[in-house]
T-cell receptor, first 112, second 118 residues
């Protein structure tokens, strides 16, 4: 069974600081996604990672994938208040269809 | 391009009542998903349609939940009768089977329907 674990589940950080969110998954997967969710809003796709060593960056967020370790990281550089949201990682194995299996999410609060 | 539309946004019912949610996917998206997101958890897939056929409903509590996607476009999810533990946000998502590379199969989510069962 495909399981996804994120940590930490809650992260409070000061503006300007750096931090990393970790996502571990239990079996091989074909794709890994990072989504952002603001309160009362839908999930917004941030990154799609396909292969080992993949790295993607958008603004202050950078995601990477290590398929051998079954680990993805979401690194936040010089956090700003606007990054406050809940971040989910989710994995897909295409043999199970395009079904997303989500982690529990990391609630990020950036304090000014 | 219009996103995934869901209604209603909020619904409050008493246990044992019935409720229905509606979803209109992005135009041209063949695949439609319903997820249940309980407070503090990640979304969990309930059912996946491709066009008007069911691909996966293994986690749908079929004794009380039902879903349909007539004509392969809009979809409704129904709960009858509702239980307290059904309180959650119900998210609809859609994806395209066309295209290439990472654009293919990305799921786009609606804003969800927040259900409270009292």
């Amino acid at each position: 069974e495909l399981k996804v674990e994120q940590n930490p589940l809650f992260l409070s950080m000061q503006e300007g600081k750096n931090y990393t969110i970790y996502c571990n998954y239990s079996t091989t997967s074909d794709r890994l996604y990072w989504y952002r969710q603001d309160p009362g809003k839908s999930l917004e796709s941030l990154f799609v990672l396909l292969s080992n060593g993949a790295v993607k960056q958008e603004g202050r967020l950078m995601a990477s994938l290590d398929t051998k370790a079954r680990l993805s990281t979401l690194h936040i550089t010089a956090a700003v208040h606007d990054l406050s949201a809940t971040y989910f990682c989710a994995v897909v194995r295409m043999e199970y269809g395009n079904k997303l299996v989500f982690g529990a999410g990391t609630i990020l609060r950036v304090k000014s | 391009e219009a996103g995934v539309a869901q209604s209603p946004r909020y619904k409050i019912i008493e246990k044992r009542q019935s409720v229905a949610f509606w979803c209109n996917p992005i135009s041209g998206h063949a695949t439609l998903y319903w997820y249940q997101q309980i407070l503090g958890q990640g979304p969990k897939l309930l059912i996946q349609f491709q066009n008007n056929g069911v691909v996966d409903d293994s986690q749908l509590p079929k004794d009380r939940f039902s879903a349909e996607r007539l004509k392969g476009v809009d979809s409704t999810l129904k709960i009858q009768p509702a239980k307290l533990e059904d309180s959650a946000v119900y998210l609809c998502a859609s994806s395209s089977i066309k295209g290439q590379g990472v654009a293919k199969n990305i799921q786009y989510f609606g804003a969800g329907t927040r259900l409270s069962v009292l």
